[in-house]
């Protein structure tokens, strides 16, 4: 099991410590370093600060949201990345929610996301193969673009810059049992969101039949300390944050996420106390056996004996959400 450093998106304003958190990540031996967005920073410019201060460790988004640029525009991105940084770039994408993608980006949420999800790397495919002009007669990302209003003057066509990587490797973040199921038909890996070892019947069937090399790389938040219940409570805030207040009341894919996983009472709680404003409320009433169960967090015998349980299923790489230099050079000793 390959581990990864995941360092999310920006909060209030830049995280100074990132440069020098991926280059620790780089000398430990660490695979790969992952941004993300959500609506403030985006996933890309980090990323690139981040390979102009390393050298050899992989570079990935997890993720890039797809409603935020065209799939030719993402294409452009990861092809550009991926030659400033030798070949180190791994593109993952996901789709969001309605809120999101309706109230940040300004574009309607597609009635198909399956569909939607499907034509977006058929187009971001094509691109970087660069074996002809990019055509879709797509019904969400049609190239070129033949809608109503239209001019008719739209000419397909293919990148004028060669991509380093025909193959440069997509991955899908995926929740649902069938978008997890057409991950695996579509992409080269998936980015497994709340990850429980003990769990992996609430992704659907798919999950026993992953075909080979496909990489699945879940965001696990680690943490050596020896009050376990302390070293939860990120964990349960980013929990009650997301389960309460990514996604509306009556549409939240990490809400219905938690019920599959066995916490259905306790995810509708969440959410009613964090859409009534009560966020610290929100945050106390996530179970700790939740946390506890997608997360890395204890002593060290602890995290020890846990990680057994990740490397005993699909899991290829574990993508570790920490501020703290320690924990990731404990977890590289663990991983050894």
Request: glycine share 12%; with cysteine.
């Amino acid at each position: 099991m390959r581990l990864g450093l995941a360092l999310g998106y920006w909060g209030r304003g830049p995280s100074p410590g990132h440069v020098e958190l991926a280059r620790e990540a780089e000398r430990l031996g660490y695979d790969s370093v992952w941004t993300a967005e959500s609506w403030g920073s985006d996933a890309f410019t980090p990323l690139t600060w981040i390979a102009a201060h390393t050298s050899t460790i992989g570079l990935g988004t997890a993720v890039a949201q797809m409603a935020a640029r065209s799939p030719t525009t993402t294409a452009m991105h990861a092809l550009t990345l991926d030659h400033l940084s030798g070949g180190r770039m791994t593109l993952g994408l996901g789709l969001s929610g309605p809120q999101v993608v309706e109230g940040w980006y300004g574009r309607p949420f597609p009635e198909s996301p399956l569909t939607a999800t499907r034509e977006y790397v058929d187009v971001v495919r094509q691109v970087l193969r660069r074996e002809g002009p990019v055509e879709l007669d797509g019904r969400f990302h049609a190239h070129p673009y033949r809608g109503p209003d239209a001019t008719g003057l739209g000419k397909p066509l293919k990148p004028i810059t060669h991509p380093l990587r025909a193959a440069l490797p997509v991955m899908l973040g995926a929740e649902g049992p069938r978008n997890v199921a057409q991950t695996a038909r579509i992409a080269d890996g998936w980015l497994p969101l709340y990850w429980s070892p003990d769990r992996p019947d609430a992704y659907g069937p798919a999950v026993a039949e992953l075909p080979a090399g496909f990489r699945v790389a879940p965001m696990a938040r680690v943490r050596v300390c020896d009050d376990l219940a302390e070293g939860l409570l990120p964990v349960k805030a980013m929990l009650g944050f997301y389960i309460g207040g990514m996604g509306h009341a009556r549409r939240n894919f990490h809400a219905d996420l938690m019920a599959r996983m066995g916490y259905g009472e306790e995810a509708r709680r969440i959410q009613e106390l964090f859409l009534a404003g009560r966020r610290e409320e929100a945050v106390l009433a996530v179970p700790d056996a939740f946390a506890d169960e997608i997360s890395l967090v204890g002593p060290r015998e602890r995290i020890a004996e846990r990680l057994e349980r990740w490397r005993g299923g699909p899991v290829t790489d574990l993508l570790v959400l920490t501020p703290d230099p320690l924990t990731l050079r404990v977890l590289a000793d663990l991983n050894s």
